[in-house]
Each structure stands twice: as C-alpha cells, then as structure tokens.
Nanobody, 121 residues
Framework: QVQLVESGGGLVQAGESLRLSCAAS????????MAWFRQAPGKEREFVAV????????TYTDSVNGRFTISRDNAKNTLYLQMNRLKPEDTAVYYC??????????????WGQGTQVTVSS
C-alpha cells in the first residue's frame, strides 16, 4: 500500500533551520505532484508548498516564500522541505501529500502521518 513517512521535525529556536523529509513507497513517485501542508492547534490545515512531478514547477504560500525550499529526488522517492529563518508562527504539524492534480487545496490522494515542528521565541 502507499506510504508517505515524514521525518525531521523537532524543537528549535526562532531563526534556526530544519529539513523535513518525506519518504514515499507503494507508488510511482515520479508520477505524483507532491506538497507540504501544515496544521497548527485549533486551525485548519493550510498549504505550504507544492512541487510538480518533474520538479520544474514550484509554488509557495506567501508566508514562507523566501524562507522555505521544497525539492524532490525522484530516484530516492523522497520529498524535502528546507525551512530557514523559522518563526514561532511556523509551529505546526507538517504533512506531506501526493496527488495527480497540482493544487493548493488539501485534496491530495495520499497523506503522511505528520511530523511536529515547534519553534520557540
């Protein structure tokens, strides 16, 4: 079955960096657009970034543009999110998602279990 497994979350101070990974199995990774979403306590799940199947099309939400970088390695079936200059408002559970349609809404076919990112001030 399809599995998306996130890793790399943790507790950091404001201004520091983290790199999230999402290892995919059970699907042909290069056939899927991949995205990162996040959900803070009491809030709806929100779009963070998306990368197309080939990696040549990328979109970020405004609040992370210039600080976060999404990338993928189709040979390793892995999605990444490099997060720099982290802020307390970035605190959330981060989810990776895969789908056949590239979009910013949470309508992807497959989801990981999430990894917690906590940024202290």
């Amino acid at each position: 079955q399809v599995q998306l497994v996130e890793s790399g979350g943790g507790l950091v101070q404001a201004g520091e960096s983290l790199r999230l990974s999402c290892a995919a199995s059970g699907l042909t990774f290069s056939n899927y657009h991949m995205a990162w979403f996040r959900q803070a306590p009491g809030k709806e799940r929100e779009f963070v970034a998306v990368i197309s199947r080939s990696g040549n099309s990328i979109t970020y939400t405004d609040s992370v543009n210039g600080r976060f970088t999404i990338s993928r390695d189709n040979a390793k079936n892995t999605l990444y999110l490099q997060m720099n200059r982290l802020k307390p408002e970035d605190t959330a559970v981060y989810y990776c998602a895969g789908g056949v349609t590239i979009e910013t809404k949470a309508r992807y076919n497959y989801w990981g279990q999430g990894t917690q990112v906590t940024v202290s001030s």
